[in-house]
């Protein structure tokens, strides 16, 4: 039996022949189909059906980017419920790193080949304007061969307010200090509900909305993401889905989603029980099938694991992140692991072991090497 036969037994199986239509002709889906694909049973058949798009938008490719993770304070005066990792302004625990301590931080990899320096934080609001134009400044001649990525639409928000200036205006200024493209961290969900449960402090859902539409006005790139596992419903989660989908038929400044998964422990939350890998997977699926218009759709192995995250490249995934040098904001799911990093090898290893094909490409996905 060949493949197509096999996706049509399997969707026939789980009643999802005439989403399967939808697909093979190209149309979009909708809100229902959206609903469906949570509520079928047959996990297999709904990755099936992701595969079938990720392979006729990407091949077999897998992209990866050999990168750093710089979080340059943990200071933030959002309090959102879901983090573990911010200090409350006047915490002892808080940290603010200069320009030379994130150029020490630099040097300690100036031996490695590293495409992509990614710059979030928390909101911290005694930071002044020129720090972050001091710090894009440090990274670009510290390390010029390396594309930077930083800022999420909550921290240009906060960054536009401490310049007093248009956020146009701000953009420009980071790009001329080296900003090369933006990520997607602070959507959460797009839920009034949940906002004002979770991170009522935090730019509101059609503030995030402006904000990312200013940042590809100015030809900015950026991410967008779900960050899920926690007091979401599937309906919100849809709801969200295609928020992001009509936002990017109207800019078309997304390169790529980022499903989240909600890691409970140290946070308000640590009832809620962890995601499972069936959970992860279908998140990555829903994705695939639901934004048609996003070139790539990520599956982050820090927050799944690397093992669930090899999965998923049969599951509509067509990126694993890099190689994630020191990253700060969470641990692999139900881990306390310091192992942050997946070095170069490691990394083709997880691509080929699954089959699939690995293409290292830079922060705004130019392919550097097919190997």
Same mark, same amino acid.
């Given at each position: 039996?060949?493949?197509?036969?096999?996706?049509?037994? &399997?969707?026939?199986?789980?009643?999802?022949?005439? %989403?399967?239509?939808?697909?093979?002709?190209?149309?979009?889906?909708?809100?229902?189909?959206?609903?469906? &694909?949570?509520?079928?049973?047959?996990?297999?058949?709904?990755?099936?059906?992701?595969?079938?798009?990720?392979?006729?938008?990407?091949?077999? #490719?897998?992209?990866?980017?050999?990168?750093?993770?710089?979080? /340059?304070?943990?200071?933030?005066?959002?309090?959102?419920? $879901?983090?573990?990792?911010?200090?409350?302004?006047?915490?002892?625990?808080?940290?603010?790193?200069?320009?030379?301590?994130?150029?020490?931080?630099?040097?300690?990899?100036?031996?490695?080949?590293?495409? @992509?320096?990614?710059?979030?934080?928390?909101?911290? !609001?005694?930071?002044? /304007?020129?720090?972050?134009?001091?710090?894009?400044?440090?990274?670009?001649?510290?390390?010029?061969?390396?594309?930077?990525?930083?800022?999420?639409?909550? @921290?240009?928000?906060? *960054?536009?307010?401490? #310049?007093?200036?248009?956020?146009?205006?701000?953009?420009?200024?980071?790009?001329?200090?080296?900003?090369?493209?933006?990520?997607?961290?602070?959507?959460?969900?797009?839920?009034?509900?949940?906002?004002?449960?979770?991170?009522?402090?935090?730019?509101?859902?059609?503030?995030?909305?402006?904000?990312?539409?200013?940042?590809?006005?100015?030809? %900015?790139?950026?991410?967008?993401?779900?960050?899920?596992?926690?007091?979401?419903?599937?309906?919100?989660?849809?709801?969200?889905?295609?928020?992001?989908?009509? +936002?990017?038929? @109207?800019?078309?400044?997304?390169?790529? $989603?980022? !499903?989240?998964? $909600?890691?409970?422990?140290?946070?308000?939350?640590?009832?809620? !029980?962890?995601?499972?890998?069936?959970?992860?997977?279908?998140?990555?699926?829903?994705?695939?099938?639901?934004?048609?218009? $996003?070139?790539?759709?990520?599956?982050?192995?820090?927050? *799944?694991?690397?093992?669930?995250?090899?999965?998923?490249?049969?599951?509509?995934?067509?990126?694993?992140?890099?190689?994630?040098?020191?990253?700060?904001?969470?641990?692999? +799911?139900?881990?306390?692991?310091?192992?942050?990093?997946?070095?170069?090898?490691?990394? &083709?290893?997880?691509?080929?072991?699954?089959?699939?094909?690995?293409?290292?490409?830079?922060? &705004? /996905?130019?392919?550097?090497?097919?190997?």
């Amino acid at each position: 039996m060949n493949r197509e036969v096999e996706v049509e037994v &399997l969707v026939a199986r789980a009643g999802l022949t005439d %989403l399967y239509g939808k697909i093979l002709k190209g149309e979009r889906l909708s809100y229902e189909d959206g609903l469906r &694909l949570y509520q079928t049973l047959d996990l297999t058949a709904v990755g099936a059906l992701a595969n079938h798009v990720r392979e006729r938008m990407n091949g077999c #490719a897998t992209y990866y980017v050999r990168n750093l993770h710089i979080n /340059y304070t943990n200071i933030c005066n959002k309090l959102c419920k $879901f983090c573990s990792f911010y200090a409350k302004p006047g915490d002892p625990r808080g940290y603010v790193l200069t320009a030379d301590n994130i150029i020490a931080r630099l040097d300690e990899y100036r031996h490695q080949a590293i495409r @992509e320096i990614h710059m979030v934080a928390g909101i911290n !609001p005694k930071l002044p /304007y020129e720090y972050y134009l001091d710090i894009l400044t440090a990274v670009r001649t510290a390390r010029p061969d390396a594309q930077i990525k930083a800022f999420t639409m909550i @921290e240009l928000a906060q *960054i536009a307010r401490v #310049a007093k200036k248009p956020l146009a205006d701000v953009l420009e200024d980071l790009k001329d200090a080296g900003l090369t493209c933006c990520p997607g961290g602070g959507a959460e969900v797009f839920s009034e509900r949940v906002h004002e449960e979770l991170f009522r402090a935090k730019l509101d859902n059609e503030g995030w909305f402006e904000v990312s539409r200013e940042v590809h006005r100015a030809g %900015l790139k950026s991410n967008a993401t779900l960050l899920y596992g926690h007091i979401e419903t599937v309906e919100e989660k849809v709801k969200h889905l295609l928020h992001i989908r009509e +936002l990017q038929d @109207e800019t078309k400044g997304f390169q790529c $989603f980022v !499903p989240l998964a $909600f890691d409970p422990a140290r946070t308000e939350l640590e009832h809620i !029980p962890l995601t499972t890998g069936q959970q992860n997977l279908r998140e990555i699926a829903i994705a695939r099938l639901l934004l048609d218009n $996003f070139p790539h759709i990520k599956a982050f192995w820090i927050m *799944i694991t690397p093992q669930v995250a090899q999965l998923a490249l049969w599951y509509g995934a067509d990126d694993l992140d890099g190689t994630v040098n020191h990253y700060e904001i969470t641990h692999a +799911l139900g881990t306390t692991s310091d192992h942050q990093v997946l070095n170069h090898q490691e990394l &083709l290893h997880l691509v080929n072991e699954a089959g699939r094909v690995p293409v290292e490409r830079d922060a &705004l /996905y130019n392919v550097m090497v097919a190997a």
